[in-house]
């Protein structure tokens, strides 16, 4: 397991158990590279590359647009997201940036999942 409450920097996706275990409803065949840029840029990137719900020119690799601001201000306000199924138990831990001070102000918590009893 990776990371835990006390981390207070965001785990790469190569590295993190999460994105090893997650797979999108709601666009199958987005890599969890594509679902972690999309949650990440808060949908103004569909994803890493284009796939069935993202456009060549919508997704990281192939935008047309203007970058992505530091500060997702010229991000949506809106964002449809991804319906997630994690497909492996464990503890996993998650951080937002956005408004975090990394010493007095941090927001950050735990998915716990568990085997569903048959």
């Known amino acids: 397991m990776s990371g835990d409450l006390d981390t207070s920097y965001p785990e790469t996706v190569a590295n993190s158990d ?3 275990n997650v797979e999108s409803l709601t666009a199958p065949d987005a890599t969890p590279e594509d679902i972690a840029v999309s949650l990440a ?3 103004y990137y569909c994803g890493l590359k284009a796939h ?4 060549a020119k919508e997704s990281l690799e192939g935008n047309k647009r203007e970058a992505l601001q530091g500060q997702l ?3 949506n306000a809106s964002y449809r997201g991804h319906v997630l199924r994690v497909k492996g138990a464990g503890k996993y831990f998650y951080m937002c940036t ?3 001070n ?3 102000r941090s ?5 716990v999942v568990q085997d569903a009893a048959l």
């Open 52 to 55: 069935s719900t993202c456009p």
């Open 73 to 75: 201000n010229n991000a």
């Open 102 to 104: 990394f010493t007095n």
């Open 41 to 43: 840029s808060s949908g």
């Open 98 to 100: 956005r408004n975090n």
């Open 18 to 20: 999460f994105w090893k």
């Open 107 to 111: 927001q950050k918590g735990s998915i």
